[in-house]
């Protein structure tokens, strides 16, 4: 009764963001892929992303039942409220439904879970899957059944089509696996189904390597991920190993917490479950699995992850590619409180709660950021309302990367679209009359530092003469202020520059094309 009424109000949160919002570029990068005329263009489309191709392929069938953000994001709602409740039932199974419940609060209300079961991204397919493999690897294990262990193969097939990160899961829970089943001997059905899910698994990455990372090369795949995650792999000449292990390992757990001193203090409390598990005479659970074993299902996925990140071949820390981790570091931590509970329900419960209300009610920010208040739909509404009343279709407007993608989407009006994320050089659109000028996926969004070259790059692209009119649009992710606050407030060559501005993060402002920049 009381996990379904859990389940159920994590449903509501969910859905409720979900319909508030208007899309991220990640978002309508997917939907693009997406919405394409044929599954073959579907098919090419999903080549460029840097992500395997099932959301894109599910997406290309949803959209048949509208392109709102609402009906669009459905499926992540609906896959992470189900998360919810499997992982319920597999923390049970492992620890008692008390240490479940527990569990099952925090998967339910953390920030940074719901905003991810609330976008169209693949975290909550990933998610969705990973946690029904370990599902029914336990109950296989513990049924000595190959149907069950069946399931598990598939669910872990699914996950390695949703992210790459799946493919850390795998290793983590082969070695686990192999451990249970030299221990317990199931039978040479169970064994061999769970042989040929290996199989499986290992011809799913041959694929995905040759048909998608391959075509990227380890560069340009590896590239955007240095942007804002080059803290995440370990550099000899500026990190010690100790350090690196430790600060990754509590920035994982701030971000999976939304809080930097919550999660920091959860790090220390999962520590703490990990040697609780390891002192027990006899774990707590209603599968056979001994205490050594259950501390290595949940800290060799860490492990793994961290070392990937010691060889520069994965992050590791506080970011969402790494979120499956957020399956055992909740399992850990919901275990642990409810043992320094004194294995009161009740006082576990409180706890959770007031952890969880605290990481929503201070929730430390990331970067790249927007707040919710400036990502509202009425925003992007006021914003295209400006453009079709404003800005003449002769003149042009001049956009970064992500703004292209969001404008591509809304503007086009959903008509489908194509943008090379990875090829150098301009991207023109044409939307209901309106050229649209995008940036490459080199220059994100704008920043003084990169708008500058930018734009004497476009006015030169486009043949503009001088007086022609550019409208410059910024919308989405910030690392930093607008850029138009940014060159009105630090040059002085846009001092009269009049932005129009809805929210903090949708700015428009006019350029004439031989406006004077400042010398660099």
Known sequence: MAAGLIVTAAFLVRLKLASETFLNADEALHFMAANQSSWKLTYQASLTLSHPPLLVFLLHVWRGFGTSEIILRLPSVLAGTAFCLVFFRWLSDLFGSQTGLIGLMFAGFLPPIIALSAEIRQYSLLLLFAICTLYF??????????????????????????????????????????????????SRAVTGVWAAGQIGALFICFILY??????????????????????????????????????????????????????????????????????????????????GQLAILLVLPFAINCALAFFDIYPYGGTRHCVFLAIFAIAGVSLALYRMAGQRLWRGIGAAALIIMICNLLPSHRLPYIARTDQQRGHMQQALAFIRQQIPRSQILFADNQTSLLLGHYLCEQRPFFINEWAQGFNTLQCNGYRIAGTDGRVFTFIPSNFFASWSEMVHRYNLAPGDSVWVLQAGWLWEDPVASQLKGKYSEFRDLDPHSFGRNITIFRLAADHAMPAR
């Open 137 to 186: 690897l336990e109950r296989a294990l513990a049924r000595n059944s190959a149907r069950e262990m069946l399931l598990s193969s598939i669910c872990l097939w699914l996950a390695m089509l949703s992210h790459y990160s799946a493919v850390l899961l795998a290793a983590a829970l082969g070695i686990y696996a192999l451990l249970r089943m030299f221990r317990q001997r199931p």
């Open 210 to 291: 040759f048909t998608y990372i391959a075509a990227f090369g380890r560069s340009a795949f590896h590239g955007w991920m240095d942007v804002y995650l080059h803290n995440s792999y370990f550099d000899p000449s500026r990190h010690n190993a100790l350090v690196f292990v430790v600060t990754r390992s509590a920035s994982l757990f701030q971000y999976v917490l939304g809080d930097n001193v919550i999660g920091t203090l959860m790090l220390l409390v999962f520590i703490a479950g990990i040697v609780m598990v390891l002192r027990d005479r006899e774990p707590e659970t209603l599968v056979r699995v001994s205490k």
